[in-house]
């Protein structure tokens, strides 16, 4: 029973990314960062984040999201450039929604 549950929670989770794939494309940028974020999540994954961000795009909360693949933290902001610095560092990443334009 548990490798069916596994097996079935696998194929639950490809789906959604696969539905949150079609529904908005990211540009990732690397070695950039957020630094003016309205929210922070701490420990989740690159999917999550963008998630997170997608969710917040039609209330205008999410403009750019910001990732620390070495943290695994995530920062949110409803501003666009001004949110944005440039970082000499591959574990820092942005990720730019594409309807959060």
Not at 67 to 95: F, P
């Amino acid at each position: 029973m548990g490798v069916f549950t596994k097996s079935c929670f696998s194929v639950i989770c490809f789906v959604t990314a696969l539905a949150l794939q079609e529904q908005a494309n990211f540009d990732i940028v690397k070695g950039k960062k957020v630094v003016n974020a309205t929210k922070t999540i701490k420990k989740v994954s690159q999917f999550q984040c963008a998630a997170s961000c997608l969710r917040l795009v039609e209330k205008g909360e999410c403009k750019v999201a910001g990732y620390n693949s070495g943290s695994r933290e995530c920062y949110l902001s409803s501003h666009m450039l001004e949110a944005v610095v440039a970082n000499a560092t591959d574990e820092w990443k942005i990720l730019i929604p594409e309807n959060g334009k």
